[in-house]
């Protein structure tokens, strides 16, 4: 499977963006699915995941309650809904694709990764 990441952008701090990650080469369901972020000079860092069926969604605490993960397999794609953002959600977001059937925020977990896409939030 290949992942395509989209729609990061530039945003104030209390808006909203929707990321989206577009499989092709093989169906979505086959696969758990994370979001993860990198910052400049920090180390990557879980998100958000959501089980193959979209029936178990987990988050990090720092983006609990702001963002949302969600999945469309008849698209085989996979969503992010990042509501409130703040400074500190400035990053490279990517979206990855778990073969197992465990949910994992362990980036070494994640088989495939797509490419990344910017999200800035300004103050």
């Known amino acids: 499977v290949q992942l395509q990441a989209s729609g990061g952008g530039l945003v104030q701090a209390g808006g909203s963006l929707r990321l989206s990650c577009a499989a092709s080469?093989?169906?979505?369901?086959?696969?758990?699915m994370g979001w993860f972020r990198q910052a400049p000079g920090k180390e990557r860092e879980f998100v958000a995941g959501?089980?193959?069926?979209?029936?178990?969604?987990y988050y990090a605490d720092s983006v609990k309650g702001r963002f949302t993960i969600s999945r469309d397999n008849a698209k085989n794609t996979v969503y992010l809904q990042m509501n409130s953002l703040k400074p500190e959600d400035t990053a490279v977001y990517y979206c990855?694709?778990?073969?197992?059937?465990?949910?994992?925020?362990?980036?070494?977990?994640?088989?495939?990764w797509g490419q990344g896409t910017l999200v800035t939030v300004s103050s």
């Open positions: 959501i089980s193959r069926s979209g029936g178990a969604t």
């Open positions: 990855a694709a778990d073969r197992s059937w465990s949910l994992s925020a362990d980036p070494n977990e994640y088989d495939v």
């Open positions: 080469g093989r169906a979505l369901s086959n696969y758990g």
